[in-house]
């Protein structure tokens, strides 16, 4: 018997670890998926912002058009004409100019609310867009990703077919011997000849054994215990 197959056998075991690698390393999180989550966030921290913003300004125009009302009653008082002692029309002129003061200070604050307003704004759309592209492209990544994984499901599936198969080519014992190297050599049970050594160790193979491997005998590395092939 041949000890090629057990050349293949290792082939497609090496080849089928390193499908297992590449599928464990899908598992790991997108780096997309960490993208979207950083500008997700900061869009909402943003929105947050900008609701607050708006929020008070509506409540600063609602406390000016108190103030507005205010200064109407008192000024409708004031030129009723109902009024005419000189003391308590002063004190009615009085209290629209404080009137005016407080108007003003709403005025001054509901501009520079709208100035903060429109800058938040800008903001929030602006990470909003920045968002969305995040998502695309975390949507493509994911996509790539389904691909890759089905690609390398579909591979080691036919590897696992290959590899049934090559196993009948092989005797009982062969296996064993292999399977034993196989967990005792990191994965790596046959070692091709080359130059007149070991692939596996590096150490140089005797011309005898040389000759038995050509011969498709069972040969196995005197350093390393390797079954060899040419
Ligand atoms: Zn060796």
Redesign the pocket.
């Given at each position: 018997m041949s000890t090629l197959p057990l050349y293949h056998l290792q082939q497609i075991d090496s080849r089928m670890e390193s499908i297992e690698n590449e599928l464990s390393l899908l598992l790991e999180p997108l780096a997309e998926e960490k993208g979207f989550q950083e500008v997700s966030y900061s869009y909402e921290r943003v929105e947050k912002k900008r609701k607050e913003a708006e929020r008070l300004q509506k409540a600063a125009e609602m406390e000016l058009s108190s103030i507005e009302s205010e200064k109407k009653a008192v000024e409708k008082k004031l030129y009723s004409g109902k009024v005419t002692n000189s003391k308590e029309l002063l004190q009615l002129e009085k209290e629209i100019q404080q009137i005016q003061k407080k108007r003003d200070v709403m005025d001054e604050r509901i501009l520079k609310g709208m100035e903060t307003l429109e800058q938040l704004e800008k903001e929030s759309s602006f990470k909003k867009k920045e968002m969305e592209a995040a998502k695309a492209s975390l949507e493509i990544a994911q996509k790539n990703r389904e691909g890759e994984k089905t690609n390398l499901v579909q591979a080691l599936d036919e590897l696992k077919r290959k590899r049934e198969n090559q196993l009948q080519a092989i005797n009982l014992e062969w296996i064993d011997l292999y399977l034993s190297l196989k967990d005792k050599k990191d994965g790596v049970a046959v070692?091709k000849v080359e130059n007149q050594a070991?692939?596996?160790?590096?150490?140089e193979?005797p011309g005898t054994l040389i000759q038995k491997a050509r011969s498709l005998e069972m040969v196995t590395?005197?350093?390393?215990?390797?079954i060899?092939v040419m």
């Open positions: 070692a070991c692939g596996g160790c590096f150490m193979v590395c005197s350093s390393c215990g390797r060899l």
